[in-house]
């Protein structure tokens, strides 16, 4: 008989290799959630550029850093699991936080999340896609400090978040992610953009990147390059954001930024000090400036 249980021990300290991570906590929650739980009913469809996917009807086959199809018409996966592991690390969530997660899929990494705050946190949820919400919503039953909701993460419930964790890809974050943000509160999310002229689904360029809220403003540090489905409704931007995005791209530099600027008294920040510029918000090399934030 197959002992899963120390199958999941196995991938969660490899998955922390992967990611070049050491976290307990972390390794913790991927070693105790079921991921053949939130895969859907067997044979899977498993991709992997790193490491060979088993059988398709054998849950130990999802132990491994490989992208379990979730909608493949919509290119829908719920995942690498290193990759995971290291934005999960990045966030830096608490027990008693209260975490929303935006692009939930079927809840895998809402559960370790959940897993993560404890009894006392708490998990709001945020999926897009009708289906894939109300499969989540089921995955999740037996985790009752996360909750399920249908519909635009751009817009999540009015209140404060400790964390904030996204996992698919925009060409502008949401404005109401920062307001929700308190002082000490981090939001992790990846920035992209979808090759040109076509409906693409998934990111050409991509960069994960850390906003931490402070008493000056929005520090930012850049995490690691990635790849990610792209945003639908409006953090997907316009075609001229879109292009200007993926010019910074192609630029380089993006390690470099130090903080997220907001226009303030419809004042634009300064473009010479910033790899991306909109007259609305900026990326900036410079850390966040003295007075209120950005």
Same mark, same amino acid.
């Given at each position: ?39 859907? !009913? !067997? ?28 909608? !493949? ?39 370790i999340l959940a897993h ?20 989540? /919503? ?17 817009? !999540? ?5 400790? /964390? ?27 920035l992209g953009t979808p ?19 402070? /008493?000056?403003?929005?520090?930012? /540090? ?73």
């Amino acid at each position: 008989m197959t002992d899963l249980a120390a199958i999941r021990r196995r991938f969660a300290a490899r998955m922390m290799s992967i990611a070049r991570v050491s976290d307990d906590r972390i390794e913790d929650a991927f070693s105790r959630v079921a991921r053949e739980s939130f895969a859907g !009913p !067997p044979p899977w469809t498993l991709y992997s550029d790193r490491e060979r996917a088993g059988a398709p009807d054998d849950p130990a086959s999802l132990y491994a850093d490989v992208l379990v199809a979730l909608d !493949p018409a919509q290119g829908v996966n719920n995942g690498s699991p290193s990759l995971h592991a290291l934005m999960l690390h990045r966030l830096g969530v608490r027990p008693g936080d209260h975490v929303l997660h935006a692009g939930v899929g079927t809840g895998y990494y809402t559960a370790i999340l959940a897993h993560l705050v404890g009894t006392e946190g708490s998990v709001t949820a945020i999926e897009y896609d009708k289906t894939l919400a109300g499969r989540a /919503r089921d995955n999740l039953s037996g985790w009752p400090n996360a909750i399920v909701l249908e519909g635009d993460a751009a817009m !999540p419930p009015d209140r404060r978040y400790d /964390r904030i964790y996204v996992n698919f890809a925009v060409a502008q974050p949401s404005m109401h992610w920062l307001d929700r943000l308190p002082t000490g509160g981090t939001l992790v999310f990846p920035l992209g953009t979808p090759p040109p002229g076509r409906h693409a689904r998934h990111t050409q360029h991509c960069a994960l990147l850390r906003i931490t809220a402070t /008493r000056l403003g929005f520090a930012v /540090r850049y995490v690691s390059p990635c790849g990610f489905v792209f945003a639908q409704g409006p953090l997907a931007g316009d075609a001229a954001l879109r292009a200007q995005l993926r010019e910074a791209f192609i630029r380089d530099g993006i390690e470099f930024v130090q903080s997220l600027r907001r226009a303030e008294r419809n004042q634009p920040p300064p473009p010479d000090r910033a790899w991306f510029w909109t007259p609305e918000w900026s990326l900036s090399y410079d850390p966040p400036k003295l007075g209120r934030r950005d």
